[in-house]
């Protein structure tokens, strides 16, 4: 029989241990509130991520899994922003108590936590089907705040990391695309564990003119960028960065479409002037433009896509 816990001991014996000892906690897990120093001179960055299980990760995922790929995705948002990450609080719905899930879900949430130095500070545990809900906060300089605003008719567009990983993730994990053994370990953990972009957003904070975090696929993601700069953008497609691994099991047109539209990417989007270098790796997409639209260049010539990116409620 499968053992199980009250919440209190579940909350003591899984999540207690993850508020390590910081001076920006004053009082964490245990009370009504955490209290919590926000550096001085600093913006709060506040952002929150909800996993509905058999929508944002297969019913057949791991506890473990399910735990770093909450803390990854939510942790790409503070990244976007040009955010230093400092806190999390959890809202946790489970079907029941389990204790081996609980360990195992509360290991891949803390790894992720304790590398980039996150204490857990608080949350709430309720009885349900499975959600997690992750809220992340972060500090960042007013000035130096990566907003979807910024970008300028001219800026280069560019990415971190390679797109379409998160795509061919899920066909993987859904049985629809057949990898080798290497390309398999390769979209599997690119879905349950996306390197959150900190320190590129970082990096890029101080001279980037606008950034998002790739997370409903680059061209729906892109399109934020534009619609909250006023501008438009247009893309080679032969530039996006496809990594062969999964690539090359596709034709070209397929793994570039996957760059364009997949989701879970979770790498990040910036613009920056023509008269900047990108500090980090980078690859350069496309440009910003004057007409207020998206346009993908194929050598030279416009293509027409017939999907966009995902969207709920559709
Ligand atoms: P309250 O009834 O005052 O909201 P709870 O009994 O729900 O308090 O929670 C007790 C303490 O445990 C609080 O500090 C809360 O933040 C923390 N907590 C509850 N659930 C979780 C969780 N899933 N992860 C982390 N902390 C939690
Ligand atoms: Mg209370």
């Not at 990854?72 to 108590?97: F, H, I, K, V």
């Not at 081996?100 to 857990?120: C, D, H, P, Y």
């Amino acid at each position: 029989m499968k053992e199980t816990v009250s919440e209190f001991a579940l909350i003591q014996r899984y999540f207690a241990a993850l508020t390590p000892p910081s001076s920006s906690v004053e009082l964490g897990i245990g009370d009504d509130c955490a209290l919590l120093r926000v550096p001085s001179d600093h913006s709060l960055a506040v952002s929150i991520d909800t996993q509905v299980e058999g929508v944002h990760f297969p019913i057949a995922a791991e506890a473990e899994q399910i735990g770093s790929r909450v803390a990854c995705c939510a942790l790409s948002d503070l990244a976007a922003m040009g955010a230093t990450p400092l806190w999390a609080t959890l809202a946790l719905t489970l079907p029941n108590a389990d204790a081996a899930w609980l360990e195992a879900f509360s290991r891949g949430l803390g790894t992720v936590l304790k590398r980039f130095n996150i204490a857990l500070v608080g949350g709430d545990t309720t009885q349900g089907p499975l959600v997690i809900t992750l809220q992340v906060h972060g500090a960042v300089a007013p000035t130096k705040a990566l907003r979807r605003s910024g970008a300028k008719v001219g800026d280069i567009i560019y990415v971190t990391g390679f797109l379409g990983d998160g795509a061919a993730g899920l066909a993987f994990l859904q049985g629809q695309l057949p990898l080798d053994a290497a390309a398999a370990a390769y979209v599997s953990e690119r879905f349950y564990a996306p390197e959150p972009q900190l320190h590129a957003g970082q990096a890029i904070a101080d001279i980037a003119s606008s950034a998002i975090d790739i997370s409903d696929g680059l061209l729906a993601d892109l399109t934020h960028i534009t619609s909250a700069s006023g501008v438009g953008a247009q893309i080679n497609v032969e530039q996006l960065p496809l990594n062969p691994l999964w690539a090359r099991s596709l034709t070209q047109e397929q793994a570039q479409h996957w760059a364009l539209t997949g989701g879970d990417d979770y790498q990040l989007c910036f613009t920056l002037s023509p008269s900047q270098q990108a500090p980090i790796q980078a690859h350069a997409i496309g440009v910003i433009t004057h007409e207020q639209k998206l346009v993908c260049l194929r050598d030279g010539q416009p293509v027409v896509l017939n999907q966009g990116g995902y969207e709920h409620f559709n």
